[in-house]
């Protein structure tokens, strides 16, 4: 061996505790949808490595997607329970269980995913968290661009869902078919596909990516354009992990769980929802149909019913229903987010 060998090996040598130690932590993170498409690539993804980064390796984030680890509706429990260190939840897929979080599930409230996560983070942080999920440590909200009702014929009023069978975005949106008529077919979005060929059902709620994520521009070619809803994911921590950090770890952890990182994780998923759009719209085997102003009201009016359902929803769990809807709209208005 060479002298300058043997000076290589010293000095690798001697950086090897270094390395080893580099690495404090491992966190489990784990999500249900593909780890292909947008919200893990734009959202999940770059979080996890942000988190990476800013601790110098400390931390590392193992991700789990497209339900390895259980699946969508149990995500919440699987993190408060420790099965995980990190999960992506819907809270829309455990009805009855969030009352006030499902106040951000009610048609056209919001207009604007990105400001909108700002908003529903600064909101819920308020008004709801400690209440409906105080055993976990909420990270960060992450809603889509406002999704649309995709269906196999037009649909431009809620006089249209009598009859049919839809497979609703959340517990809210389910609520919402049945008052105007129709079936909800609830099922998590990687079986929609599954869903709408089989005929089980003829109309999906959807963001404009997951049209082509999970290759349904097929199955329902007729678009309703409007900002229909919002479905705010949220991503939760176990809290004993989150105790377990050292406060330098921990101090990365609350960088990263933020009203800005909403706003950040939510803008990448807004793009690809919106040039996904677009690239629907310049397919002659798409049609979209602008309901007009007074098929908007109409809309409007007929999801009334679903906020007086949530304030009795709140209300029964000793919730001030009031204060808690203007606090979201409040919100809302503040980022420039209200529909």
Known sequence: MTRNAIALGAILAAFAPLALQAQEVTLRLSHWVPPTISPATKGINPWAESVQEASDGRIAVQIFPAQQLGKAPDHYDMAAQGIVDLAYVNPGYTAGRFPIYALTEVPFIADDSVKGAQAIHEWYAEYGAQQEMGDVKVC??????????HSQEDITGPEGIKGKNIRPAHATMARFVSLLGGGPVQVP?????????????????????????FKLTDEVPVHLDMPFYLSAQVLVMNKASYDGLSDENKAVIDDHCSIEWSGTVAAGWHEDDMAAKAQLMADESQSFN?????????????????????????????????????????ALDKYDAAY
Do not use: C, N, Q
């Open 140 to 149: 960060f909200v992450h809603p889509h661009a406002p999704g649309a009702l």
């Open 189 to 213: 979005a990687p079986e929609v596909r599954e869903a709408l060929s089989k005929g089980t059902a003829e109309a999906v709620t959807f963001p404009w990516g997951a049209m082509y994520d």
């Open 290 to 330: 602008t309901p007009t102003p007074e098929e908007v009201e109409a809309w409007r009016a007929a999801a009334a019913p679903l906020i007086e359902e949530w304030k009795e929803a709140v209300a029964a769990k000793g919730g001030d229903a009031d204060a808690i809807l203007e606090g979201y709209r409040a």
